[in-house]
Antibody, heavy 118, light 111 residues
Framework: QLQLQESGPGVVKPSETLSLTCAVS??????????WGWIRQPPGEGLEWIGS???????YYSPSLRSRVTISVDTSKNQFSLKVKSVTAADTAVYYC??????????WGQGTLVTVSS | QSALTQPASVSGSPGQSITISCSGT?????????VSWYQQHPGKAPKLIIY???KRPSGVSDRFSGSKSGNTASLTISGLQAEDEAAYYC???????????FGPGTKVTVL
């Protein structure tokens, strides 16, 4: 059974960079069919797709976040990462990683809350 | 603001059927059969319940069904149960520039 687990700091200061990692356990990480994505959900609000990456490193980003977001993959560790720079309070959210099985997200991590606060 | 439109809330009594709509345009929902639906209970991660408009993942109750007409996709929950009270999000592939978008979500209340 595929499992995804997010990890990273729970609090980030304004103007700094938010960094999260998603560890993937299971044998589909290297399958070129799939992409690996990040989705976030501000408290009390809806889901927002941030971006996705393939095993080979091809990336797609949400136009609204493209200028501040970088997603990378570490194939040796079966994990992928998210960086959001110059964060503000508006970036406070639960961040989920998920597998993108064209054209839907079929496996999700449990999510991790990141609060932007000084 | 999402490119997809959903009603903010829908309610129904146990045993009834309810339908949640997800409206897009002729360039996204109307053009491709790539609509998916997610169920999210409070404090939990979203769960995929419908993909490619009508398909159900293994283990998802057949009380959940999906359809599409023109630029609008729909999720129907039949035989509504208390456990169906949750938020429901549609999602769709949009374009190469914006590969994925979620709808704003619909809160389902079981009366």
């Amino acid at each position: 059974q595929l499992q995804l687990q997010e990890s990273g700091p729970g609090v980030v200061k304004p103007s700094e960079t938010l960094s999260l990692t998603c560890a993937v356990s299971g044998d589909s990480f290297s399958n070129s069919r799939y992409f690996w994505g990040w989705i976030r959900q501000p408290p009390g609000e809806g889901l927002e797709w941030i971006g996705s990456i393939s095993y080979s490193g091809t990336t797609y980003y949400s136009p609204s976040l493209r200028s501040r977001v970088t997603i990378s993959v570490d194939t040796s560790k079966n994990q992928f990462s998210l960086k959001v720079k110059s964060v503000t309070a508006a970036d406070t959210a639960v961040y989920y990683c998920a597998r993108y099985n064209p054209y839907h997200f079929d496996y999700w991590g449990q999510g991790t809350l990141v609060t932007v606060s000084s | 603001q999402s490119a997809l439109t959903q009603p903010a809330s829908v309610s129904g009594s146990p045993g009834q059927s309810i339908t949640i709509s997800c409206s897009g345009t002729s360039s996204d929902i109307g053009r491709y059969n790539f609509v998916s639906w997610y169920q999210q209970h409070p404090g939990k991660a979203p769960k995929l319940i419908i993909y490619d408009v009508t398909k159900r993942p293994s283990g998802v109750s057949d009380r959940f069904s999906g359809s599409k007409s023109g630029n609008t996709a729909s999720l129907t929950i039949s035989g509504l149960q208390a456990e169906d009270e949750a938020a429901y999000y549609c999602g769709s592939w949009m374009s190469n520039n914006t590969p994925y978008v979620f709808g704003p979500g619909t809160k389902v209340t079981v009366l």
